[in-house]
């Protein structure tokens, strides 16, 4: 019983806010693997990217919520989505006419891109506070809990209770379905597979015939879409302020990077692993000691390796030993 | 194409024009906003060329992405809190010997490791893990070791102190420390990432500075983190000192303004005089460094790696040579913020103010050269601070023809003061896209 105890408060503190945390983190190191493995270049504005997405879906749920469209017990902002990803599509896109393709024609060096990310991060930055300001906006609406912790108490007779929330829910769901949505396209249709090839070797798929415009077109789409929805379903977890895009950029590099830059795969799992490192390092385990020792060994402190202030910073340690062990990442190589 | 004679005519008078244009706007901001506005920005520019000064000899000489500005500007701060404020010898009575300890500690931790890392490394399948097993378990005994003098030290006045103090020297002298703080750090990371890719190199250092930050927020104990040091000594007089004082009040009179006015004028002008002097010594080191052999090979090094270590150059040692001196530069000039200020709040330390503002300085000012690095940092400088009250009469003007009561107005108004964060992109885009070399470009030498 005391086992089973210390398992829920695991699950409830760790497990089930690392899956969603670890899903927003792994859609948005999947866009920032695909630019990185086509157009070869980090790109520092994929924070402010995902933070326009969640803008527009904000904006549009406030203008739903006005007309008094929602979708009951889930949250306004779905409906809002699609659109919102059509939208930052469109920024990506033009971003990508207007400032990139001359680089590309003049064939740069990435570490001119890497510059060029940082303007469009600010140009990006200011036009987002421009239109909704830099505060706290709170847009979740419908039924807040899939799983009640009392409920769960009711449910099963344990001391300790399990709560999920329904964002948490609706991240790991969508996340589900557009990964495997992405990794269906990139493996069995054929422009996936040009991209693939192209990501792998530039001279030989042009010698194939395929069309690099398109290639690049397509991968600022996916790039697009999934940057809207890793910054709405973070927007609606915890709720969206402009700044906060920013230092999520560092743990999705860090999550790209561990897992292999330029590989799907890896960018999923290093998602998790950032998630779950962070969550499992500063976690206070008093609870789970309680339970699991004899009564008298019971310890006084929170038995934490390292305090909730630093929970950020995790990731970052990660991604240095990542960078000097094996800065290959988890799973070497370069290929979408 | 212009012809090549008055191409090169331009080019002799670029640096006193937009250096000219650059004080004509200062005078500018005197005479229409007011003096002591001016002699703020004027102040703040002059630390932030400082700053690119720093970034410029990595960037432009070397070719190294330091992301990390901002962590060794705060170390410089730092420095400023260490060095001058008066020690708490309560908190050093109650948490001393452990921090002692555990600093102790991480040294025999990491000699340790460093040991047991040349007897195991031949173990391909556990290295790591028992790599980490001695690490963590220093670190386990660290922890034991220092988290109750921590707290002893934490709950000493902590309204007031709850930190160790200083060690109550001039103020002044924490601008050497600074500088050594952020060497010393350089030093351990270049040594560590130095060897990676430009890109990776740059979310590195990122990271790290963000790590630099973290501490710097949450050791209460250290710099009482975001309870801020207040209140920090200055190396020039006090305005309320000044007001007494009869030059001062005869100065006044004679230049029609109010006595507290005049006073802070001075004390504005006495400030700007001291960084002056440090931005032309330094101005005058890098000169030289730049045109001597040293600075060639730092050029060859930068423009062909390859070929540069083939005529027997020591391309990471040169690097980590550069990166340190650099950086060293910034934690100065974070040192001389702090004591601007006058106070240290961790809080205030943002990438986008202390790292990538630098960025553009250095991008607009024109990589490479130095007269650039201080033009970038007294133009980006001047329009980071002027786009406010720039944007919002630009609006004014803009919507005026929308009625006082419009909701978009009203908006656009609100939102101008967000307009530098687009200014600095798009001016930062456009010099990328149509003049790369910068305002001042790097002179062939």
């Keep these: 019983m005391d086992s089973l105890n210390a398992l829920v408060v695991i699950a409830n503190f760790v497990v089930v806010p690392g899956l969603a945390y670890g899903s927003q983190l792994a859609l948005g190191a999947l866009g920032v693997t695909m630019v990185y493995s086509v157009l070869r270049f980090s790109n520092f504005a994929h924070g402010e990217l995902m933070s326009f997405g969640a803008m527009i879906a904000v904006l549009l749920t406030w203008w739903l919520q006005a007309q008094n469209i929602g979708l009951g017990v889930l949250p306004t902002a779905l409906i809002a989505l699609p659109v919102a990803m059509l939208m930052t599509i469109f920024l990506a896109l033009a971003t990508d006419k207007v400032v990139f393709s001359y680089y590309r024609q003049k064939r740069s060096e990435s570490v001119t891109y890497l510059i060029v990310s940082v303007g469009v991060m600010f140009t990006f930055g200011g036009l987002i506070r421009f239109i909704i300001g830099p505060a706290d906006r709170v847009f979740t609406d419908g039924q807040r809990f899939l799983l009640k912790a009392r409920a769960f108490k009711k449910m099963t007779g344990l001391n300790e209770g399990l709560a999920i929330k329904t964002t948490q829910g609706v991240t790991i769901i969508v996340a589900v379905i557009v990964v495997a949505l992405i990794f269906w396209f990139l493996n069995k249709t054929k422009t996936g597979k040009s991209m693939r090839a192209y990501s792998d070797n530039e001279d030989l798929a042009l010698l194939s015939g395929i069309n690099p415009e398109r290639v690049v077109m397509i991968t600022w789409i996916i790039t697009g879409a999934l940057a809207a929805l890793a910054g709405t379903l973070y927007g609606l977890d915890k709720s969206y302020k402009p700044f906060t895009y920013l230092s999520l950029l560092l743990p999705i590099f860090a999550s790209a990077i561990v897992g292999g830059v330029g590989n799907p795969v890896g960018a999923i799992i290093g998602g998790y692993v950032i998630a779950f490192s962070e969550l499992f390092i500063t976690f206070a385990y008093k609870k789970v000691a309680t339970y699991m020792l004899p009564a008298a060994w019971a310890p006084e402190g929170l038995v934490q390796l390292l305090s909730t202030d630093y929970k950020i910073a995790v990731s970052f340690v990660i991604l240095l030993v990542v960078l000097l062990i094996r800065p290959t990442g988890l799973f070497a190589g370069k290929t979408i | ?445």
């Design chain 2, 1 to 445: 194409m212009l012809p090549q004679s008055t191409h090169t005519s331009f080019e002799k008078k670029r640096i006193p024009v937009l250096f000219g244009i650059m004080a004509v706007l200062f005078v500018l901001v005197g005479q229409l906003q007011s003096w002591n506005l001016s002699l703020a920005i004027l102040n703040l520019c002059l630390i932030s060329a400082i700053m690119t000064l720093g970034a410029n000899i990595q960037w432009g000489y070397a070719g190294i992405v330091n992301f990390g500005i901002m962590g060794f500007a705060a170390l410089g701060g730092l420095a400023g809190v260490l060095v001058s404020m008066p020690p708490v010898q309560a908190g050093w009575q109650a948490g001393g010997m452990g921090l002692l300890g555990g600093g102790v500690i991480i040294v025999l931790t990491s000699v340790l490791a460093v040991f047991v890392w040349g007897r195991i490394k031949h173990i391909t399948r556990w290295r790591y893990w028992m790599m980490t097993a001695v690490i963590l378990s220093g670190y386990l005994v660290m922890r034991a070791i220092v988290d109750p003098a921590v707290e002893a030290i934490e709950s000493i006045e902590s309204a007031k102190a709850g930190h160790i103090g200083g060690l109550n020297l001039p103020i002044l002298v924490s601008w050497v420390v600074g500088g050594i703080f952020a060497a010393g750090a350089a030093y351990v990371i270049g040594r560590i990432s130095l060897g990676l890719r430009s890109d990776y190199l740059a979310i590195a250092t990122l990271g790290i500075s963000e790590i630099v930050i973290y501490v710097l927020k949450n050791e209460d104990w250290l710099a009482r983190g975001v309870k801020n040091v207040n209140g920090l000594p200055r190396p020039v007089p006090y305005e309320i000192d000044l007001q007494a004082e009869q030059w001062v009040i005869n100065l006044a009179s004679r230049l029609d303004t109010d006595v507290p006015e005049m006073s802070s004028i001075i004390v504005k002008l006495t400030y700007a005089g001291l960084f002056t002097i440090v931005l032309l010594m330094l101005f005058w080191l890098f000169e030289t460094a730049l045109r001597s052999p040293w600075g060639r090979m730092m050029r060859a090094i930068r423009d062909n790696e390859v070929a540069a270590n083939a005529m027997g150059k020591h391309v990471t040692a040169k690097h980590l040579q550069v990166f340190v001196l650099g950086s060293a530069v910034i934690g100065l000039a974070g040192a001389m913020l702090t004591t601007l200020d006058g106070q240290f709040t961790p809080a205030s330390y943002l990438p986008l103010r202390f790292t990538f503002l630098i960025w553009i300085m250095v991008i607009v000012g024109g990589s490479g050269n130095n007269f650039g690095s201080i033009l970038g940092g007294f133009v980006i400088w001047f329009f980071w601070i002027e786009s406010e009250p720039l944007g919002l009469w630009l609006m004014d003007v803009i919507t005026a023809p929308l009625s006082e009561t419009s909701a978009l107005r009203g908006h656009l108004l609100a939102s101008a003061a967000h307009m530098r964060l687009m200014t600095m992109g798009l001016i930062m885009l456009l010099m990328l896209r149509f003049a790369p070399q910068g305002l001042i470009p790097e002179t062939k030498r």
